[in-house]
Every structure is written in structure tokens, then in C-alpha cells.
């Protein structure tokens, strides 16, 4: 069944790819931002109209408000606190963009097979959503090991908590319109609280690079303590 | 009888050294100090006074007195014959721990001087007797093998004569460790050497060189009576049950002693005493001696 | 009943005495220190009294963990002192190692077939607390840590709880007859590594309380070498021989640990009365203490005589048994119990040779001679109390010959009582004939006897001091050259200083540290701390590390996941 | 199992929650007074502190697993303030840390929630083969998600950074309420788990479990900051919580040894049953003591430097024996009802993860000991200034708790055959 929805999820897929190839800050967030809006998109186009009719206001409410929230509130968020953290433009990898690229397509790769493994059902609106999950989960959190900066980790989080939302359209889980939105307004708080985390860190640190928030481990006090 | 025996073991002591002097005298050619000397130099002793250091307490006081009484209560637990001796279960460990307690004594009394050279003897003492005792109670446990008795009175000599014919090999191992040991207990040539009077070179006598008088001549007439006591033991331990009863090995008993005196005699006349670094060496040498001789023994 | 009889009597016995011992040793604490020394003295009596009358495992359990926690309280007493806080830690890990051993020990027990791992395990956990090689690193550093009277309580009556333990969880012996011979042989080599290695340690010692300590380790291996033998000859099936030898190293073992903890117990009180006159235990500086203290030096001179195994003491009788066990067990016949026989003679033999070597040397160094140092020669003896103390222990360890003789009429006539009661009998006679010869003497020469007169002969020297005499180094210094190979004394030079023709203040030091910390304990230890510290770069700070972490777990447990 | 477990939770979260708020109230003023810079709000401080009750106990309430997992997430996200209460920059990356690390381990276990929950929608479709793969995948995930927050080896690696860097109030909750917050979160989805991967789960937990006690004490060794130490002391205890849980989980109820029954329900071995209990209430209880003596002793000191805290039985007596008892409590010496715990591990267990459990618990306490002592003993370097004397109330209660309810327990352990009641 060849449908719109799958040519979004396959959409989905090529943003991760992209996101992983992306030098350019203002770019990731608006990648981020574009997955937002898919994850909103996405329960619909899932929706069995054929046999169930239109979706109800559930369905309407809980998209809107994952559009909303992961397409508008969290950048524009992202992008202000990058903007008073005077963050540099530049993402600064760890591993480098062309390899990142690879790694991507690698996590796609062992999703398909996770997902070839994983018997499933029938129930499931699509196929493709959990494969296309779980790259996304990798790739999110992939990026947080692979770049720098405080802001790309909080970005690559949010690619992680999209795969999440893409699981959970695909499979078609109903938790009922309260724990939907709390767990939005969990991640919305989230981030919040990540974005003014940053504009401390950056407040005190004068940097928001993640390599000057590594003075807390074994090695290090034990050195300070001894010098003490 | 048994009585009798132990009082004529006690009054031949003082000959032993004798003999040993003058066997050695004979071999160097001269007329020796004659083989009674031991006696009138005890009897000179007795009547003279003992002075003492001032540093000294009364263990010094005590040590000669303990150390003799020890080895004479040895003695008495020795079976000199005929028939078993006064106290028939008389542990072997009884025997030899009674000369150990000796030593104690010994060696508290020679350090409650303070000086440097009975320090040193002191120090030589226990050290080559911990290396002489495993010796001992090896040659020991071959003894309770050879017998069958647990007893120091059975463990000696109560077995039979065919054990000689068997096991000549064994008991003459076992003789030799013995008679090593008897010299090193003694503190004799080539352990040590009682006649250099250089204080640096000896054991004992540097041991009592603040002793006098009584005090002297209780230590002189032990060392004497340990020898004839250690002696005793090696012959004892090599004569099988006689035939001709008990009364011939009382006998031979005394002959033994007085034969062993004249050995030990010969050996300081040929050998000369040898460095104390080699000591351990010998002994270590000995228990292999012993254990060899045991364990021949139980296995063939 | 019995069993628990005979332990408790130690913890009764030293507990009494050094409690008396310690109201005078602490005069000088400070005030507020007393209730904690008297809160953990108490805890550790009382628990050691818990452990001896625990009903089941569990509460024994319990009862030992209290014991090593309490006792441990009075290690630490010095609580500023940096050695101190070293032998509180050892000590601790000791004791808790123990535990987790007796945990093991219990699990292996619930099944049947396990029976030895069970006996392994509970070697390890009770060879913690009696200090069998390479266990007893702790004896050597928690005893001179403690104050004297807890060295006391400790090394007298809690060490020997653990073979306590062993007899009480283990020696159901005639069930699990097969396991014996192994039981029998491990404890009798550990008894003989014990023994010979602990008293060639406390031989070079110059700090009385470790040379005590080490003892403790050296009587320990003899105890463990009695019940050794009783084990293989146990496991021998049949007749009477057997059963005797059984009897008299099991019983000789026991009378032992009552020996044991009599005169060690008043040692260590003695050892802390020097400590307290004196202010030091470094038998270097010491010298020339049983004029200036006659009662304490008195009572040290007979204690040590009484341990050295030498008759006409208690200690003699003890290591008879044990002796006449193995002349039983060499004429058995069987080839293992001949082995065991004259390997346990010799050792015996040797072990008692080192001891009286040892002993004479503390001794000599501390009570006989000149003092070497000014706090050694202006000691006085101590309050009565102190002594009295040592007296009590002393008199019952002479108590205890009359006490062992029933033991053993009660459980082994025939050649043990015959050869104890002989024993005994000449024992008196040597008293007696001491005391004529001493009589002799005095009626020969008065004076001589009543008054010394002159200085120490030094060979024609005019003025001997302390410095000449030989010291306790000195003294052990040929044994202990001997035995280099196991010792490795460390030797250093301090080289003199001012003009070669009269030089000052060289001197030759010798240290000799116990082999099994010192080669064995701390290196294995050094060694897992550098790992483990290196393994802390893992912690190194950088949060990337640790989400790429998270990342490989979760992938892993995916693949495990999907392959099981 | 699990009711048992929540009303104990519940119980013991909100009496920790009042001893710390009793300490806090001490705590914070003296903080601020001695160290001064920036901080955050008083009022602040409280709301939160408040709010991450609050939401601990919405997570132990809550009626379905995504409400659960909302309401644990809530906990992330008000108690990460509250690290950073000095706005110092230790704290500032501390609570960086445990942001980010428990958020992503947090979405772990949404994914994990939803594969759980999509597995619970197969099964109740009858679809039994697909979903065993869906159940198994989906535990992996919330092992790894819930395991973050109850500081599971590898996870753990937030933990010493938040737990050292907090005020000690929060440290003491933390440490004694959240873990095992999250820890019941992994309960109750282990709860539901079909009887055909119980398997797999168990030996993932025990995996998890002797992982946990292994890091925690390779970490512990040569440990140069005390609430560090602290820190992988929970670690390692979360190790041992999970082993029991598994344990008890494995095995099956038998009359003979005793059973332990919950609303009229045999649900498992008594030994081990209790043993999960009484560990988690007890080292919650020693932990929130220990933390709350090492925040006094921060406070007087200045620094969390062990070299520089020596001699504390010269200069600060009361701390010194809250200290010394703590440390061995938290080993599992006795009178500790951890001793009970343990031992009632160690005897159910199989032989070898006893030694090995107990081979790591010896390094444990080897590592701790030489610490405490370090602490205790010796003359001081340094000279403290003293904090008041209100500060040691409540440690000193728990430790009037700890040490009755140690003695009763022993005693319980001691009389033989108590277990089967």
C-alpha cells in the first residue's frame, strides 16, 4: 500500500541523512523543524480512511499540537537560545560530515534489518514507520555523541524523541489524548529547561562547547584533589 | 640395681672429658692433664666463692643450678639397666625437652650478664640447637618405628637383633646423625672447640665466662653429664636385645660410653674445628642423613 | 558442651585479667577515651561469649561479625596514630573477608556433596581470624596497634575461636569419613607453614608485640597441626591405635589453645606494662627491666617458659600429646599417617627450638643486661594490679596441669595418661631438685649469692656499657641469615659521620617485614587499584563517551535480545 | 510484589522527603551563609523540592505505564534545578549531565513503553509469537531507559556528577528516592512480562545488576571525593536491589522455605522477598544519613577532598561516629538490616554469583573502609568550622532508626526458622 504516508516516511528518512551531512547550525534546526512538522503530518496520513472514516478529534488534536510543538514552539526555542548564547554557526563534528553521512545510512541499514526481525503485525499502519523509527532514534543519537556543542546535543535529541513519535504513530499506539500531550508538554519542558540550561552554561562557562563541561570526572578531581 | 646404675652413670661423668683429653693428648703426643682432672677441678670449685656482676639478676643466679638439675633429671629417666628404667613411660620428647630447659636457662643466665661475647655464644646456642632438634626427633620416629615403643626406656634397644641384618644401612645412617649431633650438643670439635679460650670462637664457654665457683662446677659437671647422657643414648639406640639378658647390656652400656669418649677423642685429634658458617650447612646435611636412614628403613 | 566449656574458659580467664591489667595500663588516657576502650572491651567479651553459645549458624554469624567489629573498635583506639589507622583497615578487611568466606562456607554446607569446598571455604574464613599463612597479615599490624589488653583478649582467646568454629561446624568427622584425609592434610601443612613460618617471623622482631603477634601465628600452626593429625588419623578406619592418636592430638591440640591463651594472654600484659614504664616496645632500646621491674620480668620469664613448650610447664604438656601422637602415628603402619607423623614431628621439634630462641631473645633483650636507652633505665615497676594480672594467668596455666591430666584420663587412658602423669611427676622433680641445687649453692658460697661484686668480664675492658652488650637484632642475626630467603630482612647502612679515625652514629638496621604483606597481600592489592584506576579514565568527564555508552549497551542487548 | 513495593516506596519516599526538607531547611542557610556567590532562590529551592515529590509519588501512583513514564520524566526535569542550586560551574555541568543523560535514557524508555504497549495490544489479539519479540525488544529498552535513572552500570555515568555536586539534601533524595522510583518502574514493567522471556529478563537484570556492583566498586577504589564515593556506593546498591529483584523474580515460591504473601496471594520467596525490602528501605534510610553527615562535613571543610577531611574523631566527634557507623551500615555489617539483605542474597543466589556478589562486596568495603578510617582517624590537616549542632538532628535520628531496627532484624535472622513467617 504504497501510499502518501510512506512517501513522507521515506521523506523522513532522507532528512536524517541530510541532518547528519549538515555543517550549518540554523540548517540542522530547520531540518529539525521539517521533521517536526512530518511527525505532526504523519498520524493522518496513517489513517485508515477507507475503512475507518475521519479521524476524530483525538487524532486532529494530537497532530496539530505535535506539529505545533515540534515543528514551531521547540525551533524558534532553539534558535533563540542559540542566538543569545551567540552561538558560532559552524556545528564543529567530532567525526567528520562525509563519515557521519555513512554512519546515517549504516543506521539505516541495521534498522531495516532490526525490522525485518521484529515480527510485525498486521495492526501496523505501515511497515516502513519502524525502521524509519529506529534510523531516527540512531541518527539522534548519534549526532549527540558525534558534535560538539551543547545546542547540536539538544538538537540531536529532539531528532531521538521524533523517531519516538514516529514509532508511535506507525504502530498506531493509543494512549489515550491526556498522557499524549503531557508527554508533549514533557518534552516541550524539556527542551525549555535544556535552553536555559544552555544560556547558564553559556552565562558561566562563556562557551556553550561541551568539551569545557568534562571537568567532573575520576581523573580530573583526583588530579585537583591531590593538588590540593 | 636400677639405683645403683644411675649413681655409677652420675659418678663416671667427669671421667668422659677426661678421656677425651687424654685421647686427644695421646695423639698429639703429650701426657695430657690426666683423666681425673674434671674431679678435683669440680671439688677445687666447690669451695670457692662466686663473684657476680653487677648487672646480673637472679636468673644468673638460678641459670647453673636449673640447667644441671634439668639434665641430672634427664638422666634419671635414662634406662642405665638392667630392667627398665625407674620411670618406664617417660616420653623421649620428656627427655630431650628437659635439656632444652637447660639450654633456657643457659642461654637467659649468659645474656643476664649484658656482656658482648656471652651474647654472642648465647646467640650461637639457640641457634644451632633449633637446627639440631627436627634432627633429634627424626631420629627419633625411627626409633618408635624400630621398636614399636613409644617410651624412652622401650624406644632404646628393645628391639631384636635382626634388625641389624635387615637394616644395617639404616641404623648406620641413623648412628652417624646421632654421633653429629651428640659432638654439636656437646659443643665439640668441629662445632666448637672448648679449648681455644678465644671468646670469639666458642659457644659454650663463652657462655659461663662470668660464672665461678659452685656456679661452675654445676655447669661443668652438666656439660659432662649431657655428654655421658647423649652418649649413653647412641649406644643404647644401637644395641638390639641381647641374648644373654639384661645385666650384659648394662655392661656394654658403660662400655659403649667409655668407648664413645675415646671416639670423639679421636675425632678432635684429627679434624679441627670449622667455621660457624658452615654449622648450619652440616646440620642441614644431617637431617637428610636421618630422614634418609628413616625412611630406608620403613620402606625396605 | 565441653568444647564450648574450654573456650569460654580463655574468654573468662584473659577477659578477667586484662580488664583488671587495664584499669591501670589507661591511668594516663584521657578521661573521655575510657568509656569507648570499656564500651569495645566489653562488646568484643561479650561477643566472643556470643559466638561460643551462638544456636545456630546464622546467630554465630552474626555473633563473629560483632567480634571482628568490636575488637576492631579496640585496634583502633590510638585513633590518631597513622599505623594505627593501617591496622584497623587491615584488620577490618580481615575480619570481613572472614564473614564473606563463612557466608560461602554456609551455602556450600546446605548441599550435600560439597563438603569440601564448604571445608575450603570456612579454612579461608576462619584461617582469617586464626592467622594461618598467608592469612594472618592482620596478627602482625592489629596487635601492636591495640592497647596491651586487647592484644591480650585478642591473641589469647578470640584467635583460637576460630578453630572453635571449625570444630563446631566441621567435626561431625565420622560422617563424611572420605574427606578427611584431605581436611586432615590441608590443615596439617597449613598447621606446619604456620608454625615454622610464624616463629621464624617473630624470631628477628624487634617490637615485642609483633614478635607476640607472630607467635600467636606460630602456636596457631601447632594447634591446626594437632587437629590435623587427629583428622587423617581419623580418616584411617579402625582399631584402637588409630583412635588413640586421634584422641591425643585432638586433646593435645586443645589443651593447647588453653595453653596458648593463658600465657600469651599474660605475655601481651606484660608486653604492655613495658609499654607503659617505658614508653616503647623496641627491644633495642629496652635492657636491663627485671631489676627495675622484678615482678613483671619474673612473670615474662616463666610466661615465655611456659609457651616455649618446656617443661615442667603446662606449655610441655600440651606438645606432648601432640608428640606422642606422632610416635603413635609413625609405628601405624598406614604410609599417610607415618608422613604426617614425622612430618608433624619435626616440625614440632623445630617450631619448639625457634621459639625458645625467640623467646630467649625477648628475654635477654628487654629484661637482662643494661638498659640501652634512658627511658629503659628509669622504669619502675608497675602498679600491683598489673602484675597480678600476669600472676593469675600464671597460675592458671600451672593450674591447668593437673586439669590436663583429667582431660586426658577422661578420653585417653592407657599410654597418654601414663606418659602425662610421668611427665607431670618429673616436671615436679626438676622443681624440687632446682630448688636443692639452689640450696647448695647458697650453702656454699653465701655472700656470692646475696651481693654482687663486680662489673660484667669483657674480656679485660674496663668499661662495659650498654652499647656493647648484643643486642636483640644481633642476638637473632644468625638465624635470621640464615632463614634469609624466606625473611628478606631489609639491611641499611647509616653510614658514620665525622672523621674516619673516630667515627659516630654509624649503625647497621634491620627491618624484617612479614613476607606475606610485604610480597604477597600488597602487591596483589597495589596491583588491582592500578588497574581500577586506570579503569577510571572511563569516568574521564566527557558526556559523549558516555551516550556512546548508552548507545553500545542498548545495541548489544538488541543483538543479545534477538539472538536468545 | 508490586503493591507491596508501592506502598513501602510511598511510605519510605515521603519520610526520606521530610528528613531531607527538615535538613534543607538547616542545610540551605548554612550554605548560603559559608559560601555565598550565586544561588538559586530559597523559594525556588522549596517549590521544586516540593514538585520532585510530588512527582515521585505521581510516578509510584500512577495508574497507567505512559502516565508512569510522564510522571518520571517530571522527575528529571524539576530535580535537575535543584543540582544546580549553587549556579557554581561543577553544578552547572552536573546538572548538564544528568539533563541530557536522563532524558535521552528517558526516551529510551518511551520507546520502550510503546514497544511494551504494542506488545500488550498483540497479546491481547492472541497474537502470541509476534509479541514475545516485541515484549523482549521493548524491556531491552526500558532496562536501559528506566536502568539510566536508577543508575544501572554503564548508565550510571550521571550519577557521581549530580549526586556530588547537589546540595546534600537533594543528594540524599536523589539518591534514596529517585533510584528507587525509577527501580519501580522497571518492577512493574518486569511484572508483566510473559513467562517465556522471564528468562531473558532476569538475566539481563542480574547481568545489569553484578555489572552495577562491579563499576561501582572499581570506581570506589582509590576514590578521592567523599560523596563521590557516596554516589557509587548507590550505584552499586541498585546492582544488588536489581540482582534481589531478579532473584525473587526467578524463583519460584516454595512452601517449604517460607512465601511471602501480598493481599492474600503467595507472590514469591520469603527470604528474597524481604531481603528486596528491607534493602531498599535500609539503604535509602543509611544513604540519606550518610549523605546529609557528608554534606555538614562539605560545609565545614569547604571541600569534598578526602586528603583534606582527616581526624574527624579529634575535631568533629558527632560526625566522626555518624560517619564511621554510616560507612559500615552501608556495607552491610551488622546490626545493618543490609547484612540481613545481603545475606539472604547471598544464600538464595547461585553459588557462583554469591562469590562473585560477595568477592565485589569485599572490594566494596576494602575501598569504603580505607575512606572512612582515612576520615576518621589520624590528626587533622585541616582545621573545620564547625557547623551547628541542629544539622546533626536528624542524621542522628535516622541513625537511631537504622540502629534499632538493625538490632531487631538480627535478632529476627538469628532465631532460626524466623524466615518462614
Known amino acids: 500500500m504504497t501510499s502518501t504516508a510512506e512517501i513522507l516516511l521515506a521523506l523522513f528518512l532522507l532528512t536524517n541523512i541530510v541532518l547528519a551531512g549538515t555543517g550549518r547550525l540554523r540548517q540542522a534546526i530547520r531540518l529539525v523543524a521539517v521533521q517536526g512538522w512530518m511527525v505532526g503530518l504523519l498520524p493522518i496520513l496513517l489513517w485508515n480512511w477507507t475503512d475507518a472514516g475521519a479521524p476524530g478529534f483525538r487524532v486532529w488534536a494530537v497532530a496539530f499540537v505535535n506539529g505545533a510543538v515540534k515543528g514551531v514552539a521547540l525551533p524558534i526555542l532553539l534558535r533563540y537560545a542559540a542566538d543569545r548564547a551567540k552561538a558560532n554557526f559552524e556545528l564543529e563534528p567530532l567525526v567528520g560530515f562525509r563519515l557521519s553521512q555513512v554512519i546515517a545510512f549504516a543506521i539505516a541499514s541495521a534498522s531495516f534489518a532490526i525490522g525485518k526481525a521484529l515480527h510485525i503485525h498486521e495492526t501496523v499502519a505501515s511497515e516502513l514507520a519502524i525502521p524509519v523509527a529506529f534510523t531516527t532514534m540512531g541518527t539522534g543519537l548519534f549526532l549527540i555523541c558525534a558534535r560538539r556543542k551543547a545546542i547540536t546535543q539538544v538538537l540531536g535529541f529532539l531528532a531521538f524523541e521524533n523517531g519516538i513519535a514516529v514509532f508511535g504513530s506507525g504502530i498506531l499506539l493509543e494512549y489515550g489524548l491526556v498522557v499524549e500531550l503531557g508527554i508533549l508538554l514533557d518534552v516541550f519542558v524539556l527542551v525549555f529547561v535544556l535552553g536555559i540550561a544552555i544560556y547558564q552554561i553559556n552565562r558561566t562557562f562563556s562557551s556553550i562547547d561541551t568539551d569545557k563541561l568534562n571537568a567532573l570526572g575520576d581523573v580530573h578531581l583526583m588530579h585537583r584533589h591531590q593538588s590540593n | 640395681m636400677n639405683i645403683l646404675t644411675f649413681l655409677l652413670a652420675a659418678l663416671l661423668a667427669p671421667l668422659l672429658p677426661g678421656i677425651v683429653n687424654q685421647t686427644k693428648a695421646f695423639f698429639a703426643g703429650r701426657r695430657g692433664p690426666g683423666l681425673f682432672r674434671l674431679y678435683f677441678d669440680l671439688a677445687k670449685l666447690m669451695r670457692k666463692s662466686c663473684p657476680r656482676s653487677t648487672t646480673s639478676t637472679w636468673l644468673f643466679d638460678i641459670a647453673p643450678s636449673v640447667s644441671l638439675a634439668a639434665t641430672a633429671i634427664a638422666a634419671m629417666l635414662f634406662p642405665w639397666g638392667p630392667g627398665q628404667g625407674t620411670f618406664a613411660h617417660a616420653s623421649a620428647a620428656l627427655f630431650f625437652y628437659l635439656l632444652g630447659t637447660g639450654r633456657f636457662f643457659t642461654v637467659l643466665g649468659a645474656l643476664d650478664t649484658g656482656s658482648a661475647f656471652e651474647g654472642m655464644g648465647a646467640s650461637r646456642e639457640v641457634q644451632f640447637s633449633a637446627l639440631v632438634e627436627p634432627i633429634v626427633f627424626v631420629i627419633l620416629g625411627f626409633l618408635v618405628c624400630l621398636s614399636g615403643d613409644v617410651n624412652l626406656p622401650g624406644m632404646l634397644g628393645d628391639y631384636d637383633g635382626g634388625a641389624w641384618t635387615h637394616h644395617a644401612f639404616s641404623l648406620i645412617l641413623i648412628a652417624v646423625a646421632f654421633f653429629t649431633i651428640l659432638l654439636c650438643e656437646n659443643c665439640r670439635v668441629p662445632f666448637d672447640d672448648p679449648e681455644t679460650h678465644l671468646e670469639l670462637t666458642m659457644i659454650h664457654e663463652a657462655m659461663i665466662l662470668d660464672n665461678a665457683g659452685p656456679d661452675l662446677a654445676f655447669i661443668l659437671y652438666g656439660a659432662a653429664l649431657k655428654f655421658e647422657l647423649l652418649a649413653a643414648f647412641l649406644v643404647a639406640m644401637l644395641v638390639p636385645k641381647l641374648s644373654i639378658g639384661p645385666e650384659a647390656k648394662t655392661v656394654v652400656l658403660f662400655g659403649g660410653i667409655l668407648a664413645t669418649a675415646v671416639l670423639v677423642g679421636i675425632v678432635e685429634s684429627v679434624i679441627a674445628r670449622m667455621r660457624f658458617l658452615k654449622t648450619p650447612q652440616v646440620l642441614l646435611g644431617t637431617l637428610m642423613v636421618a630422614t634418609l636412614g628413616a625412611v630406608l628403613y620403613i620402606l625396605f | 558442651m565441653q568444647t564450648k566449656l574450654l573456650f569460654t574458659l580463655p574468654i573468662a580467664a584473659v577477659g578477667a585479667a586484662a580488664a583488671l591489667h587495664a584499669t591501670a595500663y589507661l591511668h594516663g588516657e584521657a578521661k573521655n577515651h575510657l568509656p569507648r576502650f570499656w564500651a569495645f572491651f566489653l562488646a568484643t567479651l561479650a561477643s566472643m561469649l556470643a559466638v561460643v553459645y551462638a544456636p545456630g549458624k546464622i546467630s554465630f554469624l552474626l555473633a563473629w561479625e560483632a567480634m571482628g567489629l568490636s575488637s576492631a573498635g579496640l585496634v583502633a583506639f590510638e585513633n590518631t596514630e597513622k599505623t594505627v589507622r593501617r591496622a584497623t583497615w587491615i584488620y577490618l578487611l580481615a575480619c570481613h573477608a572472614g564473614a564473606c568466606a563463612l557466608m560461602l562456607a554456609g551455602v556450600f554446607l546446605n548441599s550435600p556433596d560439597a563438603f569440601l569446598a564448604a571445608f575450603f571455604c570456612a579454612i579461608v574464613g576462619f584461617g582469617l581470624k586464626i592467622g594461618f599463612p598467608p592469612f594472618h597479615v592482620w596478627l602482625p599490624e592489629a596487635h601492636p596497634a591495640a592497647p596491651a589488653p586487647a592484644s591480650a583478649v585478642m591473641s589469647g582467646a578470640m584467635i583460637p575461636l576460630g578453630f572453635y568454629g571449625l570444630l563446631n561446624f566441621f567435626w561431625p568427622v565420622s560422617t563424611v569419613v572420605p574427606y578427611n584425609t584431605t581436611a586432615g592434610l590441608t590443615l596439617i601443612a597449613l598447621g606446619v607453614a604456620g608454625a615454622i613460618g610464624g616463629i621464624l617471623f617473630a624470631l628477628p622482631q624487634v617490637n615485642l608485640k609483633k614478635l607476640l603477634a607472630f607467635s600467636s601465628v606460630e602456636n596457631m600452626g601447632v594447634i591446626a597441626m594437632g587437629l590435623g593429625l587427629a583428622l587423617v588419623a581419623n580418616s584411617r578406619d579402625g582399631g584402637s591405635l588409630f583412635s588413640e592418636i586421634y584422641v591425643l592430638s585432638f586433646t593435645g591440640a586443645l589443651v593447647h589453645v588453653m595453653n596458648h591463651a593463658l600465657l600469651k594472654g599474660a605475655l601481651f600484659l606484660g608486653a604492655g606494662s613495658i609499654l607503659r614504664q617505658t614508653g616503647t616496645l623496641d627491644q633495642d632500646r629496652l635492657g636491663g627491666l627485671m631489676k627495675r621491674m622484678p615482678f613483671t620480668g619474673t612473670l615474662f620469664t616463666l610466661n615465655a617458659l611456659g609457651l616455649a613448650g618446656l617443661p615442667p610447664l603446662n606449655g610441655f604438656l600440651g606438645e606432648l600429646l601432640i608428640y606422642t601422637a606422632g610416635f603413635l602415628a609413625v609405628r601405624s603402619g598406614s604410609p599417610l599417617l607415618v608422613a604426617a607423623g614425622f612430618t608433624v614431628l619435626a616440625a614440632l621439634a623445630f617450631t619448639g627450638g625457634l621459639a625458645a630462641a625467640a623467646y630467649c631473645k625477648a628475654i635477654g633483650a628487654t629484661f637482662l643486661g643494661e638498659p640501652r636507652s634512658k627511658a629503659a633505665a628509669d622504669a619502675i615497676e608497675t602498679p600491683k594490679r598489673m602484675w597480678i594480672a600476669q600472676l593469675a594467668l600464671f597460675l592458671g596455666s600451672v593450674a591447668m596441669i593437673p586439669g590436663t591430666i583429667f582431660i586426658v584420663h577422661k578420653f585417653a587412658n592407657g599410654i597418654g595418661e601414663a606418659t602425662l602423669l610421668t611427665a607431670a611427676t618429673i616436671g615436679g622433680a626438676l622443681v624440687l631438685m632446682t630448688a636443692a641445687l639452689v640450696g647448695l649453692r647458697r650453702f656454699l658460697c653465701p655472700r656470692g649469692a646475696v651481693k654482687p661484686q663486680c662489673p660484667t668480664w669483657d674480656c679485660g675492658y674496663h668499661e662495659p656499657t650498654a652499647r656493647m652488650a648484643y643486642t636483640a637484632t644481633a642476638f637473632t642475626q644468625p638465624l635470621a641469615d640464615l632463614f634469609a630467603f624466606a625473611l628478606r630482612p631489609r639491611k641499611h647502612l647509616i653510614p658514620f659521620k665525622g672523621h674516619p679515625a673516630a667515627p659516630t652514629d654509624a649503625a647497621l638496621v634491620t627491618e624484617t617485614d612479614d613476607r606475606a604483606l610485604a610480597g604477597f597481600w600488597r602487591p596483589l592489592f597495589t596491583f588491582f587499584a592500578r588497574a581500577f584506576q586506570r579503569a577510571h579514565l572511563l569516568q574521564s568527564g566527557s558526556l559523549h563517551l558516555y551516550i556512546l555508552l548508552i548507545l553500545i549497551t542498548v545495541v548489544v542487548l538488541l543483538v543479545a535480545a534477538f539472538a536468545s | ?421
Open chain 4, 1 to 421: 510484589m508490586i503493591s507491596t513495593l508501592q506502598k513501602l516506596m510511598l511510605a519510605l519516599t515521603s519520610v526520606l522527603f521530610v528528613a531531607d526538607l527538615v535538613q534543607s531547611v538547616f542545610y540551605i542557610r548554612e550554605a548560603d551563609r559559608r559560601e555565598g556567590g550565586d544561588h538559586m532562590s530559597h523559594r525556588t529551592y522549596y517549590v521544586c523540592l516540593s514538585a520532585f515529590f510530588g512527582a515521585m509519588v505521581f510516578a509510584l501512583l500512577s495508574p497507567s505505564l505512559p502516565l508512569m513514564w510522564v510522571a518520571v520524566e517530571l522527575t528529571t526535569l524539576v530535580s535537575a534545578p535543584l543540582i544546580a542550586y549553587h549556579r557554581s560551574r561543577g553544578a552547572l555541568e552536573a546538572m548538564w549531565k544528568y539533563l541530557l543523560i536522563c532524558s535521552i535514557g528517558i526516551g529510551l524508555a518511551l520507546f520502550g513503553t510503546m514497544l511494551v504497549m504494542h506488545a500488550l495490544e498483540l497479546q491481547e489479539k492472541g497474537v502470541a509469537e509476534g509479541c514475545r519479540m516485541w515484549f523482549k525488544v521493548g524491556f531491552v529498552f526500558i532496562l536501559a531507559g528506566y536502568g539510566t535513572k536508577t543508575g544501572l552500570a554503564p548508565f550510571h555515568t550521571w550519577l557521581p556528577d549530580a549526586h556530588s555536586e547537589a546540595p546534600a539534601p537533594v543528594s540524599a533524595l536523589l539518591s534514596g528516592a529517585l533510584l528507587n522510583c525509577s527501580f519501580f518502574a522497571i518492577a512493574r514493567f518486569r511484572e508483566i512480562m510473559p513467562a517465556e522471556i522471564a528468562g531473558f529478563c532476569d538475566a539481563s537484570m542480574i547481568f545489569f545488576g553484578i555489572l552495577s556492583v562491579a563499576v561501582a566498586a572499581v570506581f570506589m577504589v582509590r576514590q578521592t571525593d567523599f560523596k563521590r564515593l557516596l554516589a557509587y556506593s548507590s550505584v552499586e546498591h541498585m546492582g544488588l536491589i536489581v540482582i534481589l529483584f531478579a532473584i525473587f523474580m526467578h524463583t519460584p515460591a516454595d512452601p517449604g522455605r517460607g512465601v511471602l504473601i501480598s493481599g492474600g496471594e503467595i507472590v514469591g520467596d520469603a527470604v528474597l522477598g524481604l531481603a528486596l525490602l528491607a534493602h531498599i528501605v535500609f539503604h535509602s534510610l543509611t544513604k540519606t544519613m550518610l549523605f546529609q553527615t557528608a554534606g555538614n562535613l562539605l560545609l565545614a571543610f569547604g571541600t569534598r577532598a578526602i586528603a583534606s577531611v582527616q581526624g574527624l574523631g579529634v575535631s568533629m566527634k558527632g560526625h566522626s561516629a555518624l560517619w564511621i557507623v554510616g560507612v559500615l551500615f552501608i556495607c552491610g555489617m551488622p546490626p545493618s538490616v543490609l547484612f540481613a539483605s545481603e545475606l539472604g542474597l547471598v544464600v538464595s543466589a547461585p553459588l557462583w554469583m554469591s562469590a562473585l556478589v560477595l568477592a565485589l562486596l569485599f572490594i566494596v568495603f576494602a575501598a569504603m573502609m580505607k575512606v572512612a578510617l582515612a576520615m576518621t582517624m589520624g590528626t587533622p590537616v585541616a582545621k573545620p568550622e564547625p557547623v551547628p549542632g541542629k544539622m546533626l538532628i536528624v542524621p542522628f535520628t535516622l541513625l537511631a532508626i537504622l540502629v534499632a531496627s538493625g538490632v531487631l532484624a538480627c535478632i529476627c535472622i538469628s532465631i532460626p526458622g524466623a524466615w518462614h513467617n
